[in-house]
């Protein structure tokens, strides 16, 4: 094990062995072993976005397996998903990646002020499909968001003690914030500190935008002078309100975008200390060699092996 994976592993000195030993397997798998670093595949997009505009544009995507390949065959650290598609593969790929299952889901079938999740599936279906670690979404910033800081710190309670990792999905959104404040430097840095509070080992943002959304912390930002003029400034901002960088971050994907934009964004996660990216849509989106090749390339960049 890298000092790198031991010195992390040390900021979690409360959890218990299982905890510690599947925290290790996340952080010592695929290419980016040992380094601290890691690429998440997520793949919840069909049940939060609906299948077509999912996997329309990549055909081979509807079909589970595809998933399971596709991050072993890039050397991801790990594939998250919902109950469903991991039933659907679990058992033929066990043991070749970590697994991370997704306890709560949302759709878009109705268009909501104030969005929750549904639970979707158990720490006890983690359990059994083998998974390293659990994932659960919460919303800060909807009238719902003291709800789900219930369920997530009750399901990361259960989880813990089955020797389960925790990540949070850290997403604000609702009747609370703006469109442009659900990205906003400041609330962005609020979720991921919420997120650690409620006990995650991982928590996964949104890439941070310079706009400030509240005007008692904008008041605080310009008095303080928080650097906040490029991107990686933004994601160094992050990484200190976790904790004083002391929880692993990562930071979403998002939607489909040219690779130059996401490969300069990947720049500015690793440059602003951010540990890794968690890319979906950029990723099975495309045709397995493309995507591969893109991979490729977010993994050299955070390995230091491309600029």
């Known amino acids: 094990m890298t ?9 979690y000195k409360s959890e218990n062995p299982g905890v510690l ?31 077509a505009r999912s996997f329309a544009m990549n055909p081979p ?17 790990a594939y998250a998903a919902p109950l469903g598609f991991l039933e659907a593969g679990a058992r033929d790929f066990a043991g070749e990646l970590p697994l991370i299952l ?9 268009d909501e002020k104030d ?22 979404t919460i919303y800060p910033g909807s009238q719902h968001r003291l709800e789900m800081y219930g369920q997530f710190r009750a399901l990361a309670e259960e989880a813990k003690a089955h020797g389960l990792a925790v990540v949070c ?38 890439l941070p935008s310079a706009h400030l959304e509240q005007a008692a912390a904008k008041k605080v930002y310009e008095k303080e002078a928080v650097p906040a003029a490029t991107l990686a400034e933004r994601v160094r901002h ?7 960088g002391r929880r692993v971050v990562i930071f979403s994907g998002g939607a489909a975008d040219t690779d130059e934009a996401v490969f300069e964004q990947v ?5 602003g200390g951010g540990f890794g990216s968690i890319i979906g849509r950029n990723s099975f989106q495309r045709k397995k060699p493309a995507a591969l090749k893109f991979l490729e390339t977010v993994m050299g960049i955070y390995a230091g092996t491309i600029k």
Not at 3 to 11: A, C, F, G
Not at 21 to 46: C, E, F
Not at 177 to 203: F, N, P, R
Not at 267 to 271: C, L, N, Y
């Open 169 to 206: 999905w850290s997403y604000p959104r609702g009747s609370g914030l703006s469109k442009e404040g659900e990205t906003a430097l400041d609330v962005t840095a609020y979720a991921a500190h919420i997120a650690c509070q409620l006990g995650a080992h991982l928590v996964k943002v949104k």
């Open 267 to 271: 720049r500015a996660i690793r440059d």
């Open 3 to 11: 000092d790198r994976v031991k010195e992390i592993l040390s900021w």
């Open 102 to 110: 997704k306890l709560n889901n949302h759709d878009v079938l109705l």
């Open 238 to 244: 992050i990484v200190q309100a976790s904790f004083g």
């Open 61 to 77: 995507a509807y079909d589970p397996r595809y998933h399971f390949e596709l991050a072993i065959e890039a050397g991801c650290n």
């Open 115 to 136: 969005p929750a999740q549904a639970i979707t599936s158990s720490v006890r279906d983690a359990v059994r499909l083998g998974c390293a670690a659990v994932g659960f």
């Open 21 to 51: 030993n599947n925290l290790a397997r996340l952080l010592n798998q695929g290419r980016l072993a040992g380094t601290g670093k890691m690429i998440i595949l997520p793949v919840d997009q069909g049940f939060e976005h609906g299948p």
